[in-house]
């Protein structure tokens, strides 16, 4: 029986798999490959192509090789949007590691009133980012936003936020800690979970402060998830897209807050240009790629494994 | 100078309080400006000084933005949506999981092995030629495209074939001698006995679904047809000053994700714990 069962032929298996299988193909794998087509195309998005039209004469009228490629690289608009990016993590990461960790340790504790803080810190990621966005949009208002109101509370003139080329990004910036903190705080506290309590015992034994058993047992034990953490954040980053489309409608003052989901979507639907919104979205890939790369061959330096 | 245990322990507490409510208070201003915006009329919202509590409350925000055009519908679509999509994509990956996880065929690993791979191509690269892809199927302002995408979802195919592993292959012979057939084996035992991770993947794409943005972005363009992310967005080019408006539907698109969260708070965190949600 069990033998029999075992050798169960591929008939077998096709119902199952069909589904999924039909997915990958007309979702998955066809994509892919029109789109890099098509980044190899001057295709304005306004010609009508679908899958049925004849791939002969699109090539002939629209087919434009690495061109795309190459006026991207050329382009100073190109630098400016990954810098953008940078810009953003640069900001971005250390707060976010910082913040998630000291919501991880809180959501770690055992102290009444923690399901109050559970369900409140996650109510920011279970909103959308476009609700989130529209509420930090009018939070950020210059003259009747509360933010600015509570500054002046202390005697600070806030700044103008999303309409300064300088303030623009940092308020992105705010925005997505804000959406964030609960998500990789949640993370966290999974990671926190896992450390085996004896070596805070021994640590306690031997009279180290909260401090150092923080420094030298947690820090270096919680750095799997740190990397972890910082692998997500990094590539979440690069794909940055509501919070810039809804708080900055036209990328912000002289383009402070352009992004690379936010340049393909206005050059694939707005700008008529699809050829060069899919030679960019590979471009995207591309840096990802790279990123994600570089940081899985430096966690050897710095991530420790306890086995 | 060591301190006393006693004394360390009410630092502790007192510490978690401090900074509990701390980060409690920063993540609730928003929402607290969220709810006393949607309360004001449209004067009292560019007053100045600004009203921390509205002098005159009033729901006329809400009572208006269910007369505008799209709005309550994109309610019934994002649910539609939410519950179809999530359905599609657990019953479509628990199949393929359990193909790849209990059933022998040739060629199984290297077909998992491309479904694995695809997971590396962000979204944003295929998002222009699904469009064409839908655009074929004569399928944009459809909301049955939303459910076509979910079909093929490897990150839901590989939790669950994580899953399914685990099950002792004992339960399927006893079944076998039972007389059942592949679909029962499926149906009767293999989904009753991962049902904690279909929950949990459930809920996550319940959640994903209800506040995705892109991809309705470029699929839709008829207002009937839209969701609450995509009203929202809309409104606020329309009234880009009634702030009381847009926070008014915020709060609405908001409160049925929170619900399901209060009744489902287990399965969202072990969903959000595994990681792997996009946006």
């Known amino acids: 029986m069990y033998k029999r069962y075992k050798t169960s032929s591929f008939l077998q298996a096709v119902p199952f798999i069909l589904p999924s299988f039909i997915g990958l193909i007309c979702f998955s794998l066809v994509p892919i490959i029109t789109s890099f087509v098509i980044s190899m195309s001057s295709w304005d998005g306004l010609t009508r192509l679908t899958l049925f039209t004849d791939i002969n004469g699109f090539f002939n009228k629209f087919f434009t090789g690495f061109d795309n490629y190459s006026e991207i690289i050329r382009s100073k608009e190109f630098w400016k949007v990954l810098r953008n990016t940078l810009y953003f993590i640069v900001l971005y990461l250390p707060l976010i590691l910082i913040s998630s960790i000291l919501v991880g340790n809180i959501l770690n504790k055992k102290y009444r009133g923690i399901g109050f803080f559970r369900v409140l810190y996650y109510i920011p990621v279970l909103t959308s980012w476009v609700a989130g966005a529209l509420i930090w949009k009018w939070v950020l208002s210059p003259e009747y936003g509360i933010i600015n109101e509570i500054l002046a509370l202390f005697g600070i003139e806030g700044p103008k936020w999303l309409q300064s080329e300088v303030w623009a990004m940092p308020a992105i910036v705010l925005a997505s800690i804000w959406k964030d903190v609960g998500y990789f705080g949640l993370i966290f506290l999974g990671g926190l979970q896992s450390i085996n309590p004896t070596y805070y015992e021994a640590a306690e034994i031997d009279g180290a402060s909260g401090w150092q058993k923080f420094r030298h047992i947690t820090l270096p034990l919680l750095s799997p998830v740190t990397f972890f953490v910082m692998i997500v954040c990094i590539i979440n980053s690069f794909q940055l897209f509501p919070q810039v489309m809804v708080m900055t409608k036209d990328a912000g003052p002289n383009g402070a807050t352009q992004v690379f989901v936010e340049r393909i979507y206005k050059y694939a639907f707005k700008y008529h240009k699809m050829g060069y919104a899919a030679a960019l979205s590979w471009v995207l890939f591309a840096i990802i790629f790279i990123f994600t790369a570089i940081q899985l061959r430096m966690q050897k330096r710095w991530v420790y494994y306890d086995d | ?279």
């Open chain 2, 1 to 279: 100078m060591m301190i006393s245990r006693r004394c360390r322990k009410f630092l502790g507490a007192v510490s978690f309080y401090i900074f509990g409510s701390l980060v409690a208070l920063v993540i609730l201003i928003p929402f607290f400006w969220m709810i006393i915006t949607s309360l004001k009329s449209k004067g009292a919202l560019l007053s100045i000084p600004v009203e921390w509590i509205p002098k005159e409350p009033s729901l006329n925000a809400y009572k208006k933005i269910f007369t505008l055009e799209g709005f309550s519908s994109s309610i019934f679509n994002s649910f539609y949506l939410a519950v179809t999509t999530s359905l599609v994509q657990i019953l479509s990956a628990a199949m393929a999981a359990y193909a790849f996880s209990k059933i022998q065929f040739k060629g199984r690993e290297s077909l998992f092995k491309i479904y694995l791979a695809t997971m590396m191509i962000p979204f944003q690269v295929v998002f222009i030629p699904l469009f064409i892809v839908m655009t074929s199927l004569k399928l944009t302002n459809n909301l049955s495209a939303f459910m076509l995408l979910q079909l093929f979802n490897p990150f839901a195919i590989f939790m669950l074939r994580q899953k399914m592993m685990t099950i002792s292959d004992s339960f399927i012979e006893a079944a076998i001698i039972d007389g059942a057939n592949q679909f029962q084996i499926f149906w009767k035992v293999i989904l009753p006995l991962s049902s904690g991770i279909l929950a949990t993947l459930g809920v996550m794409a319940f959640m994903g679904s209800w506040n995705d943005y892109l991809f309705p972005l470029v699929m839709l363009s008829d207002k009937k047809k839209f969701t609450l992310p995509l009203i929202l967005s809309a409104l606020q080019g329309q009234y880009t000053n009634d702030y009381n408006l847009l926070m008014a539907g915020s709060l609405i698109s908001i409160l049925p994700i929170l619900i399901v969260y209060m009744f489902a708070q287990k399965y969202f965190r072990s969903g959000l714990q595994i990681g792997g949600v996009k946006g």
